[in-house]
């Protein structure tokens, strides 16, 4: 499976952004789609996930409230809806497939097998 992130970009704060991700290769809509981000001089971290289906989300908590996931399974495609950003939220965001995180895994990035190439998201303040 093939994982291709777009849509970073600068931005002042408050603004917004969505991310895009778009699967080849593989089955899609077999695969838990997550994204992380990581910002520099720090670990890759994790920001949030959408079950196959698309029925279950989860968010890590610094997100809740201004970040939506979804995804289109018809499009092979996952988004990161992104709102009152904040420049902590700078960093290169990766979106990733996971074929079998259960929920007490689902927010460990070794639970990923595949990775895109990233996205550079800068908030400027």
């Known amino acids: 499976v093939q994982l291709q992130a777009s849509g970073g970009g600068l931005v002042q704060v408050g603004g917004s952004l969505r991310l895009s991700c778009t699967a080849s290769?593989?089955?899609?809509?077999?695969?838990?789609m997550g994204w992380f981000r990581q910002a520099p001089g720090k670990e890759r971290e994790f920001v949030a996930t959408?079950?196959?289906?698309?029925?279950?989300?989860y968010y890590t908590d610094s997100v809740k409230g201004r970040f939506t996931i979804s995804r289109d399974n018809a499009k092979n495609t996952v988004y990161l809806q992104m709102n009152s950003l904040k420049p902590e939220d700078t960093a290169v965001y990766y979106c990733?497939?996971?074929?079998?995180?259960?929920?007490?895994?689902?927010?460990?990035?070794?639970?990923?097998?595949?990775w895109g190439q990233g996205t550079q998201v800068t908030v400027s303040s």
């Open positions: 290769g593989g089955t899609f809509s077999r695969y838990t």
């Open positions: 959408i079950r196959s289906s698309g029925g279950a989300t």
């Open positions: 990733a497939a996971s074929a079998g995180a259960i929920l007490s895994t689902v927010r460990l990035s070794g639970s990923y097998i595949y």
